[in-house]
């Protein structure tokens, strides 16, 4: 079991940037992948942005060029640089990690809330 526990949501104007964190504790084994997943009102989870311990990165598409998803092995820390914010991306986002032979095993954060208004 991991816990996970994220930090740094708020509220923006549109173009602003905010930096997300999680922090994993627990039995955090090697070769997980990581990730923040958002959820917006009415909406169903989608993906945002994964990394692998080994830091191959993918992203949404409706991110790419401005989101910036890193980690901190040593750590055990997952961050979102978020730049040139945009009112759709209002929601809450989600830290996530899976782990296990087949990455079978999977643990979720409680969720920030990210607003992005003027």
């Known amino acids: 079991q991991v816990q996970l526990v994220e930090s740094g949501g708020g509220l923006v104007q549109p173009g602003g940037s905010l930096r997300l964190s999680c922090a994993a504790s627990?039995?955090?084994?090697?070769?997980?992948?990581m990730g923040w997943y958002r959820q917006a009102p009415g909406n169903e989870r989608e993906l945002v942005a994964t990394i692998t311990s080994g830091g191959s990165t993918n992203y949404a598409d409706s991110v790419k060029g401005r989101f910036a998803i890193s980690r901190d092995n040593a750590k055990n820390t997952l961050q979102l640089q978020m730049n040139s914010l945009k009112p759709e991306d209002t929601a809450v986002y989600y830290c996530?990690?899976?782990?296990?032979?087949?990455?079978?095993?999977?643990?979720w954060g409680q969720g920030t809330q990210v607003t992005v208004s003027s």
């Open positions: 627990g039995s955090i084994f090697s070769g997980n992948v």
């Open positions: 996530n990690i899976k782990y296990g032979t087949f990455l079978r095993f999977e643990n």
